[in-house]
Every structure is written in C-alpha cells, then in structure tokens.
C-alpha cells in the first residue's frame, strides 16, 4: 500500500474520531441526544469508505454513517459534525453532487434489501458500480438480510455486505445470538465467499474491503466482509452499559487510532509533528463546526402542519 | 368489439406501460416463463426478457425490498404478490421504507412502487375458492389505508383495471393494488382501444340512482348491480358508487351521492372490524350530518377467517339486498 | 397509598403474573439482565432466571413466531416488541400463524400469548420524542383490530395497565397490549393493594358529563381530562370515555354516552384515516342515529409519519377543545 | 439395519405411494382440487417418520404431511386418505392420541418459527423430545426460516431442519433461487452440523434421519438434514407444468419405491410374492378408503354464520 495513501487514512481516521468524540461528548453533556457512538469503529468506515468509488452506492450503518461519509469525501468535518447536530439523516441521503448514498431506516436489518434494489437497478443500466451495504451483527439475525442477501447471491449481484461485528446487539452478546462463531459463515450459504478481517486495523480493513470491491466488480458476484471489533460504550445515548468497567477496558484496548499511528510511525510514514498538526487541525475544524452547529441549531419552533401539508411531505404526486 | 378479462386488461396495462417506458419492470415470483399463477404476466417474459421480468425466489420482503430500492433509484418496478395474504411478509419493508421514505428524506428520493395484490375470493362463483382457504382468500387493503405515504387502488372491473394500472404505473408514490382474483377469469369488458388511463382519486358511479346509495369496492360491485337490477323492477332505483381509489379517497363524490339519496349501504369483502366501510361511513356521517333518513348500513366479511364452503361470511346478494330493504324502511 | 409509575404497573402485573402460574413467561430484546430498553421487565430476570425470561437475537418474526409455538403448547408467553413501529417485521407472524390457528383447527389450539406494545410518544412532552423519528413513534393498533383473532387492549393508566395486562394474560387468546410509552414514565396513580384484574371489553368511564362525549384512548385520555376540567370552569361539562379494550370493543358503553351527551369527539394518536376511530365513529352514527345533535367530530394524527418537534401533527389539548367547541356550536 | 425394519419401511412407503397415487388420481379427474403430489417425496417422510419417537413433535410440509404421518403410525391407509379427502388439515392437527404434530399454514416458511416454540416448550418442561420441521428448498428462501433456525442455534435446541429439496420452489428452479449448491451450507452460518441424503433411498434417509433425531436428542444443539428428490409433476393440482416430457422421464428415474424394493430383493429380504401381497393389501385398503371418503364426502350446506358464530370459532375465550 502506497504510504500517501495510508497517510490520507490515517487523517481521515483521526478526524473521524475527534468527531465522533465531539459528538458524544454533547450527548454525554445532554446537549445531543440517542446518538449510537461509533468510537472504536472508525477503522471500518474509513477502511471501506476509501476502497469504493463516489459511483458506488453505498449504504451505511447507524453506527459508521459518519466515517463512512466523511472518509468518502462526501462530507469534510464540518458537514459530519453538522449533520449530527442538525439533521443526523443528512448522512444517509442521496445528495447530488456528493457520493452516491443509499439511505437507512430506524428498524435493524430493514434497510439491506433496498440495497439489493440498487445494485439490480445499477445492473440493468449497465452500470459497473459495486454496492455495499452496512449491518451490524445484530442485523445478521434479521429475516430481510437473509433475504436480500439471498437474493443478491442468487443474482450474483456486484455486492459487498459489510458486517461490523461489534459483540453486541444492543444488550445481547454476539455470541448468544446466532449460533456460529463466525458471522462470514453465512456467506457459503448463499453462494458466497466470505472474509473476516480485525476492524481495528484501518489498513487491513481497507485491503480487504478493496479485494472485496475489486472481486464484485470483476464480476465475480457478492461477498461477505466481517470486521471485528468492540463496541467501546453503551449501545447508545440514554441506554444504561451492562459491562463493567473492566470489561469496558478491555473492549477499548485495542484503539484503530493508536494502531495505525504506530505502524505509520514505525514505518516513518508519519512523524509525531504531523501528528500533533494533524489533530490540532481536526480538532478545530471541528470545534468550529460544533460552535456554528450549536449556534444554528434548529429548534423546530410550533408549527401549524395542514392536511395539505401532510399529504405533501408524505407523498411524491 | 370483443370483450376482455379483467386478468387481460392488467396483462395489457403491463405490456402497454413496458413498451412505453423502459424503467418498467416486473418482479415477483413465477411471474416469468410461467406467466404468474393466474396468467396476468403471460407473454411479457418473452418479449422484454429476463432482466425486466424477474423471477424471485420465495422472499416477499427480500424483493419488495429490492423493488423499492430500484423504484427510489428512478425504476418503476411492478411487483406481483402471488397472493395478497402473503403480503404480510412483506409488510415491514412497505411501511418501514416505501411508504415513509419520502417524508423520511425531504422528498430526496421518490419511490414509484407498484405492488399488485390478487385478493378475495370468487364471490359469485359455486362456493368460495374451495379449499384455497383463509391463507389465499383475504382482502387486506384496510391495512394500507391506515399507512400514510401509500395509495390504496382497488378495480372493479377491466376497463378500470386497465387504466388504474397505468396510472399506478406512472405515480411517483407507492401504490397498492388490489386486484379481486375472483374477477380475473369471470369479469369481462370491452376495453377502450387507444390509451387509456383512469386517474388515481376519482370515484365511479356505477349506475345512477335515487333511493339509496351502495358503495361498493372489487366484486361487491358486480353483487350490489345485480341487486340494482332486480329492484329495479320493484321500483327502488339504486346508486351503485365504486370508489375505485380508497386513499386518496373522493370523499367529495361519495357524501354527494348520499346527500342526494339520503339512505347508504356500504359493502367490501374485508372483515367489518376496522374495516375502511368504517371509515368510509364515518367521512359520511360527519359530512352528511342531518342530512340521511336511516343509518348507514355496512355488508362485509364476517369478522373471522374466510371459512371454505358456501355460506355468508362473504357478502352475497340476499345480505345487500337485506341491508338496502333495511335503509329503506327506517327513517 | 405510595403513587406507581404506568411502567411500574406493568411491571408488577409481570411479577405477580409469573409467580402465579409457572406456565407464563417473558421473550423478548433485551428484556433479561438489561430489564427492557424501558424498564418494564425489570428484576424479573434475576428472579424467575433465563429460561422464563428469555433474551432473543434481533428477530422478531422468529421469536414472536416461537412464542406462539410455547403458546399452542400450553405456556403463556408475554412478547415484548422493543418499540412498536418493529411489529411490522413480525405481522405474518400475527396475522398468518397466531390469529387463525384457533380457527384453523377448529378449537384444537389455542393462542394464549400477549405481544406488549411500546407505541405512541410523550403527548405532554417538550417536543414529542425528538429524535426518536418517525420509525420509533408510530401507533399501529388499528391494523391489529382488523385481524380477527386478535384482542387489542390499550390502558391510558398504571391502575388498567395492572389489571388488563394480568387478564390478558390469563386470556385464552391472542392479546395485543398497546402500552402507551410517553405514560411510562409520567403517568403515576394509587394501585390497589390485592389481586387487580380488569375485564377485558369493558370501557371506562373516566369522568362524567352532560354535555359532549369524548372518547380517547391511551394519552389521548389524559389531553381529554385536562380538557374537560378547563371547560368546568366555563361550565361545560365533558364526559370523558376510555375503551380500555379496541376488541372486543365495549360499543354498548359507547352509544350509550353518545346518546346521553348528544355530542362526541373521538381522538387517537394514530393517523386519522383508517385508524380506529373511524370504526368507533361509524358504530355510534348508526346505532345513534337520529340522537345526535352535531357530527361526530375526530382528533386524530395527520395522515403523516410522526415527525419530530413540537406541532400539530398529533393530538393535543387544543385540538380537542376545538373541536369540543365545534361539537357544541353545531346543531 | 435390521431386515424387520426394513421391511416395515417397505410397507410404509408402498402404502404411501398407493395412497398418493389415488389422490393424484382423483385430482386429475377434478373429484378433488388443489393437492401437492408427493410422488417421488415418500422415502422423505416415510424415512424421517421410521426415525421419530410418538412424542417428539414433527411439523411435516405440505408435500409430505401424508406420509409422515403414516409412517408414524398415526394414520393407517385409511385415515391418510381421508384426510385427505374430506379435511386435509388433519394431517397436520395436533388429535389426542396420536403422535405429536406440530400444525403449519398455508405460508411456506412461516411455520418454521412454530416448531422452535414446540422445542422450547419442550425444554422447559425438562422434556427428552426432539422438535422435527419440515420445508422445502423453496420455503428456506424466507426469513423466518432463517430467524427460526438461527433461534434454534442460538439456544442449541433439540431440533432437526428436514430441507425437501425437490430442486423447485413452484417454477423456480433451486440452481437460480438460492446463491448456493446446497442448503445444507446453510448450516454452519447457525452453527450447525449438516447432513445431506439422497432421498430416493429410503433407508439412507431413514439412517441419516435416526442420526440427526439422536444428534439434536443426546444435547449437541440442532441439526440440519437436506433430503434431495425430484418433483414428479406440476408444483399443485392447477398448477402448469413447465418441463418438457423427457424432463419430466428424467425426474422420474429414480423411484423410491423401486430403489427399496429392488434392495430388498437382492438382500432376501423380500421376495415378489410378498410384494405383491404387500400392494394388493394397500391397494385395497387405499380403494375402500376413497369409496368410504367420497361417499362420506361433506358438502359443507348453505350455512348461516352469526356475528357470535364468528366470534367462537375465531377467539379461544
Ligand atoms: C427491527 C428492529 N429491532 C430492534 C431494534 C432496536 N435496536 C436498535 S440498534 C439495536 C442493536 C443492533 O445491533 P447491531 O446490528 O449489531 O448493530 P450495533 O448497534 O451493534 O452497531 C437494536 C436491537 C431496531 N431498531 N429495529
Ligand atoms: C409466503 C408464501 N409465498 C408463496 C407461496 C406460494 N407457494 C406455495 S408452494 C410454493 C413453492 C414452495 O416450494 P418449496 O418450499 O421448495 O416446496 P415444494 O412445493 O417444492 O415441496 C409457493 C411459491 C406461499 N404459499 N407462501
Ligand atoms: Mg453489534
Ligand atoms: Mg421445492
């Protein structure tokens, strides 16, 4: 891997942690609400997000939307940090001009057949584009993940299914939920193969997210990629943490941050100079995104909706 | 003119929207070489082959699912569950993401969705549809009423069948609809030659009259004419108004014709309970007040499965008959 | 007497239920160690261990449709969906498995399970509950009410969360328990001490009154109190009317407070069209007829998904007195 | 395996094939409707039924629901055609009496969830029972199949999953629905062993079966076992058939039937007077059964149902 490209990782990383930090701390201050952190998960937003093209749809997580955004160049911090304080949907919406994004729902798992959808659509158009959609380990459990990714293996569709195994679904262990050890297990199951990578390191997430772009792009039909990492809080703001502490401080032994910060070093890739003006200069774009996203901050005053209005928002004509 | 089936005139709406626009396309299972379980896909596999015509596998939520991401990717997709019971698998992926996804983004994506729905049972025929029993023969179209961001279209015959569907096709929201699979093989019509589209919201007033209004939706029309008919000759002239369209609902043409007959009788093959009669009587209660001379009389499913075998838990004639005879004398 | 929090209520009726009858047990997300996203499981865990308490996998269709399984062999499991807007994942469940097995084999089985239900948001909040959007807000019932098979049970207090939550699960047959989850939290009332069970199928009256009947369910309930005491004062007086159950729905009590009053409003959460307040308003006009002085006027959600912040999209106080205002001005 | 044995399962499945055959028949000639031949399925049922306890509770499938009951005994000849003929739901209703059957509806897959309840329950109740559910290649398509068979791994229930895999789920061939060779890959993504039989040969399937059944009743957690046969016609009565003639010669090669018998023989087990005395016997008890079926034939009469009617057949109270 080239080492001016591993540098743009590990920026991209770093910025996606200051912001997730950012955005957590204001939910920890109560500033924020239900925000489901995505510390400890940034190495796969970013890994992912640098592997695909801005053609490429690609659904993201509830988890990993903002990484993945901004590491795809749709989003510089300021937007990321503005669309969890604004309008959190803005991550998962098709915005012209910016990477092509297929949007996500509230319920678990119920998005990843409308993923199916758009790598059809991309097929039928002739299109040489990947699709990769985003779930969780929790997801796996669902019924239209199944289906969708029976489908996509039935079609041999160009799919990456991402799943950030991240030990939990909300309260319950990874592993008491499915019964196999290891979620790429599924894939064989639909026709599939299947790659298990340590989501803690960025650079190993990102050669295999690009060997598994690569093979559904050359045809070769969908694949499962399985990042594993811990989930470094609570399921989310407002939801009590069952682990204790030493539990949580064993899930955040192993930071993607601090990896790739010593392998680049190691590799003189990176000095701590630039490592110091790298974070400063996140830091403040992000603390100015915070400070103008407060000060902007819509507070939906009362409004007065209409049944015209509620049919306008509702429907398309 | 020779006249068409009911399941003739969506196979020709399919056609015709298919070679007019090539975004269309048709997904669902055994609707391709097979030509769907009751034939309204015949032909189109072979004329505009298997990339637009796609064959599933047994998944109603994994490919309504895809139908609505092709459909929010400019695709119009038409998607046929074989059954309309079945749709109850996919229930989550057309409440959780069609209908709401347009709200849900600010009108950033659009999703030009068709799910047709073969329901019902063949009301007029020798028995119900004998042992296809209560997991082949439900009309669920209340459910969708009651899930904004859906149209809810519901054809009583081939000529509306015909020119809703093409209307369905070319609406940017998702639409329901419900085709009475009762009708497919036994209602026939003449179609309109040209193009032929019947707007989305517009009701129908099937024949004219001045006594009593019954409002009617799939095969209850063709019962609640019969009965027009035959109280013709008794001198009791009947309005028969099929709403063809139950969200958005013409309220407007439904409360006039109540307005002008002061007596209604309201007949779906759904459950009563929270059936949309219910709602349909209540718009009219509100906004007829004062103005009906008898209770409004409601002709549904019995509240139950639908039981095999010949008996009322249907609507039937005798039961419309009865409910107009009832209106009729009160008040 | 010490005052109980609505999900204390539902609470207690879960312990005392589970140490009655061995028989009765809890599946759902999170509802062992973690006690429930909302709480309402909580201890239970620790006392009646993990296999009466039993933490699934993300799958509400599995676990519903295992729950069901238990039930046909004589248990009594209590479902709980986290949030109600997921029962759509788990509907053909419901609809296909859990509502007709009784009719299906004539009586051989019975369902006797209760899906508890968080819907709905906190009507009285700051906002509604922001953030929560419009996939965790919604209030489904009425899709449940047009199942036959199922009941549906909706309590607007901790003292009916009580005691309904304990006849449902003693009931032979399929309960959807709606518990309304911006009461969780807020709504707090004396419980009595002993044995509390409340008919399923009766509704309550919660204040009586001479001059309008409003009939509301869940937090609605509570908007519609406040209501009928600000009018006290200009000396109108309200009757506040709480169906408790949607089916079997109690429309004896119904008609007869219409018919007492003259006058009704009815409100709901959920969306107005097809919502259940059609149904309620429909039963009243025609078995009211001719007793009522003024339409029957509805103060439901705007056929929209829920949508954050502080507006109208729900009911509140003034929508109701509006249109208490307007029931009184007409006829 | 013990000749008596083997010789019973011959019985069973020539008395399976007779009475299929006669419901065949008597839908060809439109006396009855809508039936899902199992011509060719018998050595499945018939197979698994040889391996069940009475009290283990089995969910059979549409196609097979008459042979496994059966083959357990619950059913003479006699009562599996008529059940057939006048209520078919019998062969899936849970009678006192009779062994244990788990009921299933008119979805394919959504009964699956069902037989996962039955095995809790089971467990619950400290019971020694293994949970058998039965569906097709078709059916392991839907996700509450697979929300079911992942609820069983995860709590490693006494369960065995029979997939029928007849290569079609109605016109859908199985190479093009699901992405993958064999169901049974399916397996290892539940954590789950997996075993695959060729299911024209009833004692391998009746072998295969005994070892899952003491598999998933010993404690080591659910099993799958994928059963292959062909479809011998159309999906249901009604329904078209597709395949050309010397497609439908070629599904047929493999006769269940013959296979045993000629097995049998060859080992000296049977011999062709008995044979013909075992068809003769089956032949007659089947034609009596159909004269006493149709004779008996309930025409349900006119019927007036009252809203309470409803109400009672609808609500257990
Ligand atoms: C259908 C549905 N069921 C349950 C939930 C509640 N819920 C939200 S996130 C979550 C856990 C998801 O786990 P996973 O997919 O592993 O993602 P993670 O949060 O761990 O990143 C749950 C149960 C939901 N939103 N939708
Ligand atoms: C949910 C659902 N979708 C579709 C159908 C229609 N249908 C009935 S049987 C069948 C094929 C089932 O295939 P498989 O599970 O392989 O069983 P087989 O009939 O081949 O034995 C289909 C599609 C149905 N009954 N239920
Ligand atoms: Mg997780
Ligand atoms: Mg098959």
């Known amino acids: 891997m080239s080492a001016p490209r591993d540098l743009d990782i590990y920026r991209a990383l770093v910025g996606s942690r200051i912001a997730e930090q950012a955005i957590v701390d204001l939910n920890d201050k109560g500033v924020l609400h239900d925000h489901h952190s995505g510390l400890g998960h940034e190495a796969i937003g970013v890994g992912v997000g640098f592997a695909v093209r801005p053609d490429d749809a690609v659904q993201a997580s509830h988890r990993s939307g903002m990484m993945l955004a901004h590491a795809r160049g749709g989003f510089p911090l300021r937007d990321a940090v503005l669309s969890d304080i604004a309008n959190a949907y803005l991550q998962f919406a098709p915005i012209p001009g910016r990477p092509r994004v297929i949007p996500i729902v509230g319920l678990i798992g119920s998005w990843v057949p409308m993923s199916v959808g758009f790598a059809m659509a991309d097929r039928l158009r002739g299109k040489d584009t990947v699709t990769v959609s985003f779930f969780g380990d929790g997801g796996a459990n669902e019924g239209a993940v199944h289906e969708a990714m029976n489908l996509a293996g039935a079609r041999r569709l160009p799919m990456v299914f991402v799943i950030e195994n991240n030990g939990f679904g909300l309260s319950m262990p990874a592993s008491e939920a499915p019964g196999a050890d290891a979620l790429v297990d599924r894939a064989a199951g639909y026709g599939m193969p299947g790659i298990v990578v340590d989501g803690n390191d960025a650079l190993a997430v990102h050669e295999a997210a690009q060997r598994a772009v690569d093979h559904a792009r050359r045809g070769d039909g969908p694949i499962v990629l399985e990042a594993r990492v811990t989930r470094w809080g609570a399921h989310a703001d407002g939801v009590p943490e069952l682990r204790t502490a030493s539990e949580l401080a064993q899930a955040r032994e192993r930071d993607c941050v601090r990896i790739l910060h010593e392998d680049l070093i190691r590799r003189g890739v990176l000095d701590e100079v630039q490592t110091g003006a790298f974070a400063d200069e996140c830091r403040r774009e992000v603390e100015a995104a915070v400070e103008e996203g407060l000060a902007a901050r819509i507070h939906l005053p009362p409004t007065v909706l209409t049944e015209a209005d509620a049919w306008n928002l509702t429907y398309a004509g | ?331």
């Open chain 2, 1 to 331: 003119m020779s006249k068409s089936l009911y399941v003739q005139a969506i196979n020709r709406a399919l056609h015709e929207e298919m070679d007019r626009d090539p975004d269309v396309l048709c997904i669902g299972e055994d609707i391709g070489p097979m030509g769907g379980l009751f034939g309204a896909t015949r032909g189109l596999h072979e004329r505009f082959g298997a990339e637009r015509v796609i064959d599933t596998p047994i998944s109603e939520a994994g490919y309504t699912g895809a139908a609505i991401g092709m459909a929010m990717e400019g695709l119009r997709p038409v998607v046929e569950i074989q059954f309309a019971d079945f749709v109850t698998v996919a229930f989550d992926q057309l409440n959780t993401v069609a209908a709401k996804m347009h709200f849900l983004l600010s009108g950033l994506a659009k999703v030009p969705l068709v799910v047709r729905l073969p329901y019902g049972v063949n009301l007029a025929g020798e028995g119900y549809m004998s042992g296809h029993g209560p997991h082949h023969s439900q009309s669920p179209e209340a459910w969708f009423c009651h899930m904004a961001g859906m149209k809810v279209v519901m054809p009583s015959g081939p000529a509306d069948a015909l020119g809703l569907l093409k209307a369905a096709i070319r609406d940017n929201s998702p639409v329901m609809f419900f085709e009475q699979k009762g009708l497919y093989e036994t209602a026939s019509e003449a179609l309109p030659e040209g193009e032929h589209v019947v707007p989305i919201g517009k009701a129908a007033v099937v024949c004219e009259g001045s006594d009593v209004t019954v409002i009617a939706t799939g095969a209850t029309v063709g019962l609640a004419r019969a009965v027009a008919e035959r109280l013709r000759a008794e001198g009791v002239s009947l309005e028969v108004v099929d709403p063809r369209t139950l969200v958005p609902l013409d309220t407007e043409a439904l409360v006039a014709s109540a307005i002008k007959t002061g007596r209604v009788v309201i007949t779906h093959e759904a459950p009563s309970t929270g059936g949309f009669g219910g709602e349909i009587a209540a718009r009219i209660a509100e906004q007829a007040f004062g103005r009906l001379h008898a209770p409004i009389r409601r002709v549904c499913g019995l509240d139950m499965p639908v039981p095999d075998g010949k008996n009322n838990a249907l609507p039937n004639e005798e039961r419309i008959e009865a409910a107009v005879r009832n209106v009729l004398e009160s008040g």
